[in-house]
């Protein structure tokens, strides 16, 4: 795994507590990204960023907000845990922002909302 | 509106026979397509990408993909199926709105090799 790694990897939560997810990169990438997997959907895009302090939405951005404030970390929260939350969470990272550059994916979070 | 179907759930191969993992694509413009591999309780895995150029694109583990314009399909093929590729396999295109690379992913597909 390049150098992606999330913490925590697994959390058991209760409806309405507030939850933070951290993706941390040790790669210097400026593109970063959190995805939630659910069976039958594949991987939906939650929201990214493309630098410091520089975020934007994704498809299923409902529910969730992400800050940057330096280029290693970036951050995941769920303001108000719903069990629609219930899901496992990967975070990415791109070298570029152009259309040929993979992305490379952490270890994934398993996140549980009862 | 870009989109990605990967029409089997799950594929049953015997080891040592060819695979393949079907994928088509719905997009405006020239596609950007991929194939990531995931192993149970990890994260994705680069396998490989079709930009441009030839349409057998090769990759790691012995992958290849056959990219079909006319067909818009980017299959993932494997001449020899080995145990250990039993995995999750999301195929995925490049989203044209903005320029962040974004990925649209197909479903995923099981893929379960049989000794």
């Not at chain 1, 951005?61 to 290693?72: F, I, P």
């Not at chain 2, 079709?50 to 056959?66: C, M, P, Q, R, W």
């Not at chain 2, 399909?73 to 250990?84: C, D, G, N, Q």
């Amino acid at each position: 795994d390049a150098g992606i790694t999330q913490s925590p990897r697994h959390k058991v939560t209760e409806t309405g507590t507030p939850v933070t997810l951290r993706c941390h990169q040790t790669e210097n990438h400026r593109y970063m990204y959190w995805y939630r997997q659910d069976p039958g959907h594949g991987l939906r895009l939650i929201h990214y960023s493309y630098g410091v302090k520089d975020t934007d939405k994704g498809e299923v951005s409902d529910g969730y907000s992400v800050s940057r404030s330096k280029t290693e970390d970036f951050l995941l929260t769920l303001e108000s845990a719903t069990s629609s939350q219930t899901s496992v969470y990967f975070c990415a990272i791109s070298e570029g922002r152009d259309s040929w550059y993979e992305q490379f994916f952490g270890p994934g979070t398993r996140l549980t909302v009862l | 509106a870009q989109s990605v179907a990967q029409p089997e759930d799950q594929v049953n191969v015997a080891e040592g026979n060819p695979l393949t993992v079907k994928c088509t694509y719905s997009v405006s413009g020239n596609p950007y397509l991929f194939w990531y591999v995931q192993y149970p309780n990890r994260g994705l895995q680069f396998l490989l990408k079709y930009i441009t150029g030839d349409n057998l694109v090769k990759g790691s583990y012995g992958f290849e993909a056959e990219f079909n314009k006319s067909q818009t399909s980017f299959h993932l093929k494997k001449p020899s199926a080995l145990v250990s590729d039993s995995a999750l396999y999301f195929c995925a295109v490049r989203a044209l709105s903005g320029n962040t690379g974004k990925l649209i992913f197909g479903q995923g597909t099981t893929l379960q090799v049989k000794p």
